[in-house]
């Protein structure tokens, strides 16, 4: 992953419940309570969090060890005692082959210095037959504007957005074959949008957006006035794959 420092790590976790909700009904299906969890790039380890009480062990893996002490926390606070916080390298994987049954890897591949090598490990790690979950946000197609450039002016630690086909190529390029896919867009208020970037960069980036709404210069966020509140869409793509 690319490095940030902690602080700024720890803001930067998807924290959407909604979110969260949709992704584990997204792989509900593959949930069992023997199964041994990974959860790739985890921050706070939100999913291995929300899962915990369904399998019956799960790590969360991550380079930012701020993240990795509030997660504990919240798992202690939750009486979660089956969650494992554990630092590391996503493109570096400290595990065997064929170590887990279920691995996730979610809104973490758009920060990674490697997308390809990420989810190569993640599906090394799989048992044959396991479940690979990989879940970004994506580059639409189409829109003007660089989503990319504002996206790192709200978090520095943003790389790049893969485009649906590439997420998709690099999941079965890794021998994982799709079972099912949740495409879908999101409008997001600006304002939670922007809650965790600092005041300068929000800002800026705020300026920029309702700029494009009077019909200025496109930023690639496809905003839109919602109930006099400035929105911007979000494309994700959620996909479920099998290792081979």
């Known amino acids: 992953m690319r490095e940030v420092d902690d602080q700024q790590a720890a803001r930067e976790l998807p924290t959407g419940v909604a979110d969260l909700d949709r992704l584990v009904r997204f792989m509900d299906?593959?949930?069992?309570?023997?199964?041994?969890?990974?959860?790739?790039?985890?921050?706070?380890?939100?999913?291995?969090?929300?899962?915990?009480?369904?399998?019956?062990?799960?790590?969360?893996?991550?380079?930012a060890p701020a993240a990795l002490a509030e997660g504990k926390r919240a798992a202690d606070r939750d009486g979660i005692t089956n969650v494992t916080f554990m630092r590391g390298d996503a493109a570096a994987l400290?595990?065997?082959?064929?170590?887990?049954?279920?691995?996730?890897?979610?809104?973490?591949?758009?920060?990674?210095?490697?997308?390809?090598?990420?989810?190569?490990?993640?599906?090394?790690?799989?048992?044959?037959?396991?479940?690979?979950v990989v879940a970004d946000t994506v580059r639409p197609a189409g829109p003007d504007g660089d989503p990319d450039r504002i996206e790192r002016l709200r978090d520095p630690a943003h790389g790049a957005l893969l485009t649906e086909d590439r997420l998709t190529a690099l999941v079965t390029g890794a021998g994982a074959e799709v079972k099912r896919a949740d495409p879908f867009d999101e409008r997001v208020p600006l304002a939670s949008w922007l809650a965790r970037t600092g005041a300068d960069a929000a800002a800026r980036v705020r300026e920029e957006v309702l700029a494009e709404l009077a019909g200025g210069p496109a930023t690639g966020l496809r905003p839109h006035m919602i109930d006099g509140e400035p929105h911007v869409t979000r494309t994700n793509l959620w996909l479920l794959a099998i290792a081979g």
Do not use: K, Q, S
Not at 33 to 61: I, Q
Not at 100 to 126: G, I, K, S
């Open 94 to 132: 400290p595990w065997l082959d064929r170590t887990f049954t279920l691995v996730v890897v979610w809104n973490a591949l758009h920060r990674a210095a490697d997308p390809a090598a990420v989810v190569r490990e993640a599906a090394r790690v799989c048992r044959p037959g396991a479940a690979l």
């Open 29 to 63: 299906a593959e949930l069992d309570l023997e199964d041994v969890v990974l959860e790739v790039g985890a921050g706070t380890g939100p999913v291995a969090r929300a899962v915990a009480r369904r399998v019956r062990h799960a790590t969360a893996l991550d380079p």
